[in-house]
């Protein structure tokens, strides 16, 4: 990458970061009571993680962190760490942690997707499972924070990813109504990420499963690393 492209790139992460800030300032206090009725898929994404005894886990995108709490509780053993480029969604994040004694089992770090390796301690760079949860719809250059991610994952890894589908199996109306309000939150459901994956499994050997949900309204995907 040459350095007018450095630049441009964190310029760009930059004004992302502000705008998610701006999105969330407001709703970070009750995006959790609001978002578990229309962010479906998460739970059955956490439940499929199954990652091994002492393995860790990343999120990206953490948000509130309610997914790695969750996780905390489903996987005993693993440990966990997240980040989120929102310094607002941080905020509630550490104070979710606290409130669910849970800040000696989650790590939290602030980093952009789009270059998470910014983000990663210096003592940790890979992991053993990575997910993303209805983040990859508000990520603009999406393709390369999927491409990023598995350049994190030890061979043997696997990504999880649950986001906005198609709603390919809901009424039209439905589908017309629902994009158009997702859109007044800056989230854009990416109707080419079954194909961009089947691509990278071309390119570089992984393997992706796909499985759609609640008929298409959300699309989940695990995508694994040769061992």
């Not at 996780?71 to 669910?100: C, H, T």
Request: positive net charge; glycine residues 6%.
């Amino acid at each position: 990458m040459s350095l007018m492209e450095d630049i441009l790139r964190k310029r760009q992460s930059e004004r992302h970061a502000k705008l998610m800030d701006r999105v969330y300032r407001s709703q970070s206090r009750i995006y959790d009571l609001t978002r578990k009725y229309y962010l479906l898929g998460r739970d059955e994404l956490i439940a499929a993680l199954a990652p091994p005894p002492g393995a860790r886990v990343l999120e990206i995108g953490c948000g509130t962190a309610r997914n790695l709490v969750q996780a905390a509780k489903v996987w005993p053993e693993a440990e966990l760490y997240g980040f989120d480029i929102s310094s607002e969604m941080l905020k509630a994040a550490r104070k979710n942690l606290a409130q669910s004694k849970m800040k000696d089992r989650i790590t939290l770090f602030h980093g952009d997707a789009e270059n998470p390796a910014l983000a990663m301690p210096l003592k940790i760079r890979t992991f053993d499972r990575i997910f993303l949860s209805f983040c990859l719809s508000m990520i603009p250059d999406w393709q390369s924070a999927i491409r990023q991610a598995l350049t994190l994952l030890e061979p043997g890894g696997e990504l999880h990813i649950v986001d906005f589908g198609q709603a390919e199996r809901l009424p039209s109306g439905f589908r017309s109504i629902l994009q158009q309000w997702l859109a007044l939150f800056h989230v854009e459901p990416r109707e080419q990420m079954r194909s961009f994956l089947v691509e990278l499994d071309r390119e570089m050997g992984t393997h992706s499963e796909f499985i759609p949900q609640y008929r298409g309204y959300s699309w989940r995907f695990v995508v694994r690393t040769a061992p």
